[in-house]
């Protein structure tokens, strides 16, 4: 025989069976009130729990505030206080406690260790054994960033000139040793890590003050001087051309086109969604593809300087990416619904937004023919141009598609 299951009715159907209307509402009466008591004294059976829950659902029992009024102070109460209690945070973390030396282990062979090595720190510094009973990481830190120890502040230092000039004053930023270049303004580099180390090693400082110096603001466009002179650029005698990384490309599509969503914080967003590419979720194993052709670093291990690569694969990104194509259409949609009265006037607004600048007489010629090109061989009539989205859809992805769109100047 089938085994049997609990039903919404098991409860029910163990009662006497009644003989009357009246005697059959006494039952439902009973059985309900029985099984809401059961519930409150947390001895609630499961065909007690599926009569309630069959109940609630089809709104037999009240169960909002509307229908229970009475309770209304009780849960305003409860949700105050539910409110008050602080949300419970876990971090990794490390437990300081007694420690001991670890063996080296010669060729890596973990089954053949060697002596015992004395916690301290790297030996071409002077590598000292801490004489602590403890692991040696708070001493370790002190050592890091001891006012006797420079190479960390400057390293610091030279990657944040690094991210913001596009070369570091040490080219080699992942190597200060003899195989690494030497830097090619000393003096100032060391005036940087020390007005790190007295700022607190605050980043947002060191940042802060660079992006207002004249170095920064400097044309890219060298003098003849600069190129006679300078034609390597060691010197910064101009700004370097830089393209930009691959999130702030993908998020420079998303501005332009409207749909960036600019939240700050929360968790992390699905690959499509318009937030910031810093709020991306990654997976290793699904790395998005359109930051990987623009050299999106693998989070595999640490990168003090990403490539900047020029190939193929980039352009024919930007002319087939289904996210490319999808922000040009964006794009175009808002385009339509402007107060343009030409396209000469549309093609300005656009060379603006896309490229802070105004466009040259030639390329406002240039565009306007390939607008009229397009049009042509759609068949849409002048007068309905400045209302046909494919037209703006394929011209706002020719100006994604041009250098200077992906290239800071």
């Avoid at 005697?23 to 809401?36: F, G, K, P, T």
């Avoid at 590419?277 to 300087?305: C, E, H, W």
């Amino acid at each position: 025989m089938p085994s049997e299951e609990n039903s919404a009715l098991t409860a029910l159907l163990e009662s006497p069976t009644p003989t009357s209307a009246a005697e059959l509402a006494q039952i439902y009466s009973r059985v309900i009130r029985d099984a809401v008591t059961a519930w409150r004294d947390n001895q609630l059976s499961e065909p007690q729990r599926l009569l309630l829950d069959a109940l609630v659902h089809r709104d037999v029992l009240p169960a909002t505030l509307a229908e229970l009024d009475t309770a209304r102070s009780l849960v305003e109460q409860y949700r105050q206080f539910e409110a008050g209690v602080p949300e419970l945070h876990h971090a990794p973390g490390v437990l300081e406690t007694a420690a001991y030396d670890a063996p080296l282990l010669p060729r890596g062979d973990h089954l053949k260790p060697g002596d015992p090595v004395p916690r301290g720190y790297l030996e071409v510094f002077g590598g000292q054994p801490y004489h602590t009973a403890q692991s040696g990481r708070r001493e370790l830190a002190d050592a890091v960033v001891s006012p006797q120890n420079p190479l960390t502040a400057r390293v610091m230092a030279n990657r944040v000139w690094h991210w913001l000039f596009g070369r570091g004053i040490v080219p080699t930023v992942d190597n200060f040793g003899r195989l690494g270049e030497k830097p090619t303004h000393p003096e100032l580099l060391d005036y940087l890590a020390a007005r790190l180390v007295e700022d607190g090693w605050s980043i947002k400082d060191a940042i802060r003050f660079l992006v207002t110096t004249r170095a920064f603001a400097m044309s890219s466009e060298p003098s003849a001087q600069a190129v006679a002179a300078d034609p390597a650029n060691d010197w910064l005698s101009h700004m370097r051309v830089r393209r930009l990384e691959a999130e702030s490309i993908r998020d420079s599509l998303l501005a332009v086109s409207g749909g960036l969503d600019p939240t700050m914080f929360g968790k992390p967003a699905d690959a499509n969604a318009p937030r910031r590419s810093v709020y991306l979720q990654i997976r290793r194993t699904n790395l998005n593809p359109f930051l990987q052709v623009f050299d999106a670093p693998k989070p595999f291990t640490t990168l003090g300087r990403r490539d900047a690569t020029n190939v193929p694969a980039q352009s024919l990104t930007m002319l087939n990416s289904s996210f490319v194509i999808e922000q040009s259409a964006a794009w175009a949609r808002s385009l339509v619904k402007d107060d343009s009265d030409c396209a000469e006037t549309r093609v300005k607004r656009m060379f603006a937004i896309a490229f802070a600048r105004p466009p040259e007489e030639r390329e406002l010629t240039a565009a306007t023919s390939y607008i009229d090109s397009l049009a042509n061989n759609r068949a849409i009539p002048t007068n309905q141009v400045l209302a046909s989205i494919p037209v703006w859809q394929d011209f706002a992805q020719s100006l994604f598609d041009l250098k200077e769109f992906i290239y800071l100047r």
